[in-house]
C-alpha cells in the first residue's frame, strides 16, 4: 500500500490567481492554461524570491528537502512551458496546509524566521481544494 502524501505547509494564498500574454486571443480565457499547485507556488516563492536554500525551504514547509527538489522542479518546468509557449498560468489545488500563524506572518521574512515561533506549531488545518474553488 502505497504511503499517503503529506500536505505541504504554504505561507497563505498568493494574491492574484491568474496570470497571461496581453494580446488578444490569448489570456486566462484562452484553451492554453497551465496550472500551478500552491506548493509550487511556494517553493518558487521561498527558493526564488527569498533566496532560500532547499534545506530552509523544506524546513519552512515541513517536508523533506527531496520533496522540495522535485516540487521546485516542477514549478519551474511550468514556468517556463508559460513563457515560451505564451500560455495562461493559473495557481490552484494541491495538497496544502495554511499556516494558523499566516495572518501575523511578514510573508518576506520566513528564511530568517521572524515569524512569532519560528515555525507552525502542528496546529495547521488540512486543506485540498480543487481548482474550481480556487480559480472559479
Known sequence: MARPVKARR????PGRMRFGPLEAGTGPESDQ???LTL????TIRLIDYLGCTQEECADQMGVARTTVQAVYQSARLKIAAMLVEGSALSICGGN?????RAGGCCK????KRLCPGRRCDGQEH???LPCAHLCG
Open 96 to 100: 496544502y496546509e495554511v499556516c494558523p
Open 33 to 35: 492554461m497551465i496550472s
Open 126 to 128: 488540512s486543506r485540498k
Open 108 to 111: 518576506k521574512d520566513c528564511r
Open 39 to 42: 506548493e509550487e507556488y511556494e
Open 10 to 13: 504554504i505561507c497563505g494564498i
